[in-house]
């Protein structure tokens, strides 16, 4: 069983490397490239690298990237979608695999292989 220790290292590494993206796209959409946002990707930048490792160190570079990854992947696409109101540009099938993303995020954190 994995503690609480670590699912909060977990939750940090996905909140700043999300983060992270979603100052990068607001800074690359802006007609000026020397903004505020440049320093604070500066700052993020490396933050997303150590918060990753803290998590590969307590969990392996196979969990960890697996599970930080997959996780990034659909909160990064739910902020898309709600705040860059991305909805509009989305198609059905775009939809789809995202859904698909969305389960097997599920299938690889919740049903993990059983001893034999």
């Known amino acids: 069983m994995v503690n609480a220790s670590v699912w909060i290292s977990i939750a940090v590494a996905v909140a700043v490397a999300a983060l992270a993206n979603s100052v990068s796209a607001v800074w690359a959409s802006g007609a000026n490239k020397v903004s505020i946002w440049l320093p604070a990707m500066l700052v993020l930048s490396p933050l997303v690298f150590v918060t990753f490792g803290m998590v590969a160190a307590r ?3 196979a969990v960890a990237s697996g599970t930080v990854d997959a996780l990034l992947t ?3 696409m739910v902020i898309g979608l709600i705040f860059f109101r991305e909805w509009t ?6 939809y789809l695999g995202m859904g698909f993303t969305l389960i097997g995020i599920c299938l ?3 049903f993990p292989k059983t001893a034999n």
Do not use: E
């Not at 540009?89 to 775009?94: A, D, E, I």
């Open 59 to 61: 969990t392996g570079l």
């Open 89 to 94: 540009k989305t198609s059905v099938l775009q």
């Open 108 to 110: 690889m954190v919740f």
């Open 74 to 76: 659909g909160v990064t």
